[in-house]
């Protein structure tokens, strides 16, 4: 089948081979077409060869263990790869972000001035109330988001919400806060 006239349909048998057969022909052919571009579209979004290498490798292994959980109502095949790519370059690049525990601060710490102890404690008191205040739906969004350190994708994965309608109760909800915040 020539590169042109393979057709969504084709990618989505694919998906599906691999999800129910484990068919190892189906994931080399994925592998074939999508591998390259996933690593030339994390190379153009800023990642550095070997971080696009690892970042390549760890989606299309995702995409072995997780084809099941792919849904063509919901997304393409090549828009669900490229997620899982963009969501894992973000993890790649927060992991190696952390500092290393020798780069830590050890011994004992200063003791914070009271009258910061008591902002941050209004703050927070402050920042509970908003969060309760929140619309149901927008509140459970925003406790998986920043409490159950979830991506947006995982939590679209979770409730079956599209990911566009996460994102933007998310941004509404975090627009209330700093609203209430301020």
Known sequence: MAANEVTEAHWVARITAIAKDEDKSAFAEVFRHFAPRVKAFLIKSGADESLAEECMQDVMATLWQKAHMYDAARA??????????????????????????????????EQPDQADVLALQQDSARLTDAIRQLPEKQRRLIERAYFGDLTHSEIAAETGLPLGTIKSRIRLALERLRHSMS
């Open 76 to 109: 393409s095949v090549a828009t669900w790869i490229f997620t899982i790519a963009r969501n894992r370059k973000i993890d790649l690049i927060r992991k190696n972000a952390r500092p290393e525990p020798e780069d830590l601060p050890w011994g004992p710490e």
